[in-house]
C-alpha cells in the first residue's frame, strides 16, 4: 500500500460517522454538537457508552428473563391438556414478542431518523416498564401472549440503538459502541435468567419470606417482572442524560445529497466497478432493498437468530422436561443459573477476547468457525440426557458457554457488517429493516421450536433416529444454511471491511 493510500485511509478511520461530507455545522444541532466532540475528543465516549449499555440491558432483561419458568408458568396456566403440549403452548407465548416487533421495527426506525434515536429510547423503555408488570400479573394464556405481543410492538429500541452507538463515537471506536449492545443483551443472559429462575414461584422456594396469600403467592410469576419493571424505571431516569446524536437541520439537506452524487460520481469515474462494489455507500442514491451488502447482512442476522432463538427455546424446555422424555429433570432454578453463568462467561469473551479476533482476524472468519463449531458442539446435545449428577451439570454449563459464545461472535459480525453498509441518514431505517425481517425469525423460531419439541417428545422411538437427536439435528440445518451463505455468491464484504 503506498504512504498516500494509508494516510487517506487513516484520516477515514479517524473521521466521526456522523455527517456525509459536505454538511455544514450548527451550533443548535444536537448531531452537530456530537460531530464536534467526536472530532475534539479522540478517546472513548465511556458515560455515552455506559448509557446506552443500562438502557439495552434493561430492554433486553424481559426476553431472556422468561425462558427458565415458561413451561412451569404454561402448566399453572392450565392451557395444555397433557405434558408433552407444554412446549407447543410455549412457543406461541415466545414468539409473540417477536412478532409485535416485526410489525412496529420499521415504523420505529423512520421515526428515529425523523424525530431522533432518543425519544424512540425513552418510550421503548417505558412500554418494558407497563407490559412486562402487567405480563407478570397474567392468569390465562391469551392475556399472556397479548401482553408480550404488546411489549414487542412498543419496545422499538433494538434498531435505534445499534445506530445510536455507532454515531456517539469515532470510527475506530464503532466495533466497541456495536458490542455493548451484544454484550448488554450478554449481560440480560446472565440477569436475566437468574431473575427468572430464582424470583419465580417465591412462595414455594422461599416460604419464610413469601406468603401463599401475598401478591407474589397468588401471582407466582409477578416478581421477575415486577423487578424488572423497576430496573427499566431506572434506565429509563439515566436516558436524561442520553445526548441526541440526529440531525436536525434540513436546509442543507439538498446540499448534502449533491454533495454525495458528486462523491459517488466521481468514484464511479476513477473506478467503474465502483457503483456494483459500493453500493452500501451510495446513500441517498440506491434504495435500501438493492443494496447487496446490507441485505446479505440482514439475510445471515436473521438465519442465526432464528437458529439462537429457537436453541434457547428448546434447551430451557429441554432442560426442566422428565428423564421419561428424554429431558434433564432440571428445576427452574437450575436452568437460570446454567443460562446466568453462560451470560457472564459471554461477557467476558465480548469484552476480553473477540476485539482482538476482530482487530487482527477480521469479522467474517471467527464467524464462519462459530458457526461450524457450534454445530459440532450442538450435535453432543442429546447425548448428555445418558448423564447424571455433577457431572451432567459441569458438562452441560461448559457446552452452553460454548455455544453462547459463538453465538455473540455471529451476532457482533452481522451487526458491523449492517452499520457499516449504509450511511448515517440511513441507518436507523437500515437497522429497523433489519430488526423487522429478524423478529419476523425470531417469531417462527419460538413456535416452531415448540411445536417440533412436544412431536419429538411424541416420538421417542423412531425408524430413522430418536425425536431428541431429531431436534437438534433440525436445530443444526439451520446453522448449516447460514454457514452456506456466509460464502460467495451469497455473500460480499463492505469496501470498508
Known amino acids: 500500500m503506498a504512504a498516500g493510500d494509508k494516510a487517506g485511509d487513516d484520516a477515514a478511520a479517524a473521521a466521526p460517522l456522523l455527517a456525509p461530507a459536505g454538511r455544514r455545522p450548527r451550533e443548535w444541532c444536537p448531531g452537530c454538537r456530537i460531530e464536534e466532540r467526536c472530532k475534539a475528543n479522540a478517546g472513548i465516549p465511556y458515560l455515552n457508552f455506559f448509557y446506552i449499555w443500562v438502557v439495552s440491558l434493561c430492554a ?8 427458565p419458568y415458561l413451561y412451569f408458568m404454561i402448566r399453572d396456566l392450565k392451557v395444555a391438556k397433557q405434558e408433552q403440549d407444554i412446549g407447543f403452548y410455549a412457543g406461541f407465548v415466545g414468539a409473540a414478542y417477536f412478532l409485535g416487533r416485526t410489525t412496529s421495527a420499521v415504523p420505529w426506525g423512520m421515526f428515529a431518523d425523523k424525530y431522533g434515536r432518543k425519544p424512540c429510547i425513552v418510550i421503548s423503555i417505558l412500554s418494558v416498564v407497563v407490559f412486562n408488570t402487567i405480563f407478570g400479573l397474567s392468569t390465562t394464556y391469551w392475556v399472556a401472549i397479548v401482553t408480550r405481543g404488546l411489549l414487542g410492538l412498543l419496545c422499538g ?35 436475566g435468567p437468574a431473575i427468572g429462575g430464582f424470583l ?16 407474589f403467592g397468588r401471582f407466582p410469576y409477578f416478581l421477575p417482572c415486577f423487578v424488572i419493571s423497576v430496573l427499566a424505571a431506572g434506565a429509563c431516569v439515566a436516558c436524561i442524560w ?3 446524536t440526529l440531525h436536525m437541520h434540513h436546509d442543507d439537506k439538498v446540499e448534502a445529497i449533491d454533495a454525495l452524487e458528486a462523491q459517488d460520481a466521481a468514484s464511479d469515474s476513477e473506478d467503474g466497478t465502483a457503483k456494483e462494489s459500493g453500493s452500501g455507500r451510495m446513500g441517498h442514491t440506491k434504495n435500501l432493498l438493492k443494496n447487496w451488502q446490507l441485505m446479505s447482512a440482514i439475510t445471515l442476522y436473521c438465519v442465526f437468530s432464528l437458529y439462537d432463538t429457537a436453541y434457547l427455546e428448546i434447551f430451557s424446555l429441554w432442560a426442566v422436561s422428565s428423564r421419561k422424555y428424554r429431558g434433564l429433570s432440571f428445576t427452574s432454578q437450575d436452568v437460570g443459573t446454567i443460562l446466568a453463568i453462560s451470560g457472564f462467561g459471554v461477557l467476558v469473551y465480548q469484552l476480553a477476547i473477540y476485539p482482538f479476533l476482530a482487530k487482527y482476524i477480521g469479522p467474517i472468519k471467527p464467524f464462519r468457525y462459530a458457526a461450524v463449531l457450534s454445530i459440532l458442539l450442538l450435535s453432543t446435545y442429546p447425548f448428555m440426557a445418558n448423564l447424571y449428577g455433577l457431572e451432567l451439570k459441569i458438562l452441560i454449563n461448559i457446552a452452553s458457554v460454548l455455544k453462547n459464545m459463538f453465538a455473540a461472535t455471529i451476532t457482533i459480525a452481522c451487526n458491523i457488517l449492517q452499520n457499516t453498509a449504509v450511511t448515517q441518514e440511513q441507518r436507523g431505517v437500515a437497522n429497523g429493516i433489519s430488526v423487522t425481517l429478524m423478529s419476523i425469525f425470531k417469531a ?10 412436544s412431536w419429538a ?7 430413522f433416529l430418536p425425536g431428541d437427536q431429531i431436534l437438534f439435528l433440525m436445530l443444526n440445518m439451520v446453522s448449516v444454511i447460514g454457514l452456506v451463505l456466509t460464502f ?3 455473500f460480499t464484504l463492505p469496501d470498508a471491511m
Open 444 to 453: 417462527v423460531a419460538p413456535a416452531a421450536a415448540g411445536i417440533l419439541f
Open 200 to 215: 419465580s414461584q417465591p412462595a414455594k422456594k422461599y416460604p419464610n419470606l413469601f406468603s401463599e396469600e401475598c401478591i
Open 488 to 490: 460467495k455468491p451469497f
Open 157 to 191: 429500541i433494538l434498531g435505534p440503538i445499534k445506530a445510536y452507538a455507532s454515531e456517539v463515537c469515532r470510527k475506530e471506536h464503532q466495533a466497541l459502541g456495536i458490542s455493548l449492545v451484544t454484550s448488554s443483551r450478554a449481560i440480560a443472559l446472565v440477569v
Open 242 to 244: 442520553l445526548p441526541e
Open 457 to 463: 417428545q411424541k416420538h421417542l422411538t423412531g425408524l
Open 60 to 67: 433486553s432483561l424481559p426476553i431472556q428473563s422468561l425462558f
